[in-house]
């Protein structure tokens, strides 16, 4: 006599078969060596920008380290948010970083909805460069120091415009900064990253700017700008003649912009483990660093809960700062 739970076992056990190739495949996707295809490294600014190059420059020694291509996808735009977002809604495999840094920061206080958290939505995993920004005009400008800038802007309230990246980049950050300490006015033109702030003052577009100093380094040494002061608390080794904004007569004003590697929240400790100790062994040769360096940025590796840390700091930075030239969030 047939018991009648045979059937109900039977479809049991076919059920548990066709699982099997299921099962199959999902183990050996799990146990895939990691990488095992090209890398993604998001770059949220526009080709050209410092960040562009810095990304460029170490790529292609990680590449190296992990036996893989890493590929740089400028995604450019809203202040870096573009980039971020879609790197913060990939998926947590290893396969997708973004270059992270202060204007990701800033931009948790400068937008009512950036699209991204930046602390709960990456892991942080190294921190690569530091760069201050430089205030430059023209070349051929009768504007030959910051006094003089400041001058002709107290005289000329908001009749000289000045480019930046986008609202809420240390190139707007810093102008706006600088023009509330100098109670002067200048008008505000954003453009999509420092690259354009380069190309609109050497275009005479805009009476001056003042884009990271990475960005504007080639065409300040090749004298087709003039570099009025750096932003950062010492001047910039590359640029050794020009004055600090506390040397230039305006003191209490200082910022520099930095910038690493991120990943989506998620992704196993195991490969955050790995894409840092590819950096920090890119980071070790001396042609890596030349490289950067003489773009004019400066090195700063930073292990994962340091660069983490920073963005913490940039925040409540990115709030004072708001607060004290009276920026609302957009």
Do not use: C
Not at 16 to 26: I, W
Not at 86 to 106: C, F, I, L, N, R
Not at 174 to 197: D, F, N, R
Request: zero cysteines; a positive charge.
């Amino acid at each position: 006599m047939t018991n009648q739970p045979i059937p109900h076992l039977r479809r049991r056990v076919l059920l548990a078969a066709s699982l099997l190739p299921l099962l199959a495949s999902t183990s050996a996707m799990a146990a895939e060596p990691w990488p095992a295809r090209p890398i993604k490294w998001v770059v949220p600014y526009l080709a050209g920008t410092g960040p562009d190059t810095t990304a460029r420059i170490v790529a292609e020694a990680v590449s190296k380290e992990l036996g893989q291509p890493v590929v740089i996808e400028n995604k450019g735009g809203a202040g870096g948010n573009l980039g971020a977002r879609q790197a913060a809604k990939a998926a947590p495999d290893g396969y997708t970083w973004v270059y992270a840094g202060s204007p990701m920061a800033a931009s948790m206080r400068m937008y009512k909805q950036p699209g991204y958290d930046v602390l709960k939505d990456f892991r942080h995993v190294i921190g690569l460069t530091s760069s201050d920004t430089v205030v430059i005009v023209h070349a051929q400008s009768d504007i030959r120091s910051l006094a003089d800038l400041l001058a002709r802007l107290r005289a000329q309230p908001g009749k000289l415009d000045y480019a930046s990246g986008g609202v809420g980049t240390p190139s707007h950050l810093g102008v706006e900064m600088v023009l509330s300490v100098s109670q002067a006015q200048a008008t505000h033109v954003p453009y999509k990253g420092a690259s354009e702030i380069v190309n609109a003052v050497l275009g005479q577009q805009v009476a001056f700017g003042a884009p990271i100093t990475a960005v504007a380094y080639s065409n300040i040494v090749a004298g087709k700008l003039r570099a009025l002061a750096v932003t950062g608390p010492a001047r910039n080794p590359k640029l050794p003649s020009v004055p600090t904004l506390a040397e230039a007569g305006l003191p209490g004003v200082e910022l520099t912009s930095w910038g690493g590697v991120s990943v989506p929240t998620g992704t196993p400790d195991a490969i955050v483990s790995r894409v840092r100790a590819a950096f920090e062994a890119a980071l070790r040769q001396p042609a890596v660093v030349t490289a950067l360096e003489e773009q004019g940025g400066m090195v700063n590796p930073q292990d994962g809960e340091t660069f983490t840390r920073a963005f913490g700091k940039e925040i409540g930075f990115t709030e004072a700062m708001m607060k004290r030239i009276r920026l609302e969030p957009m």
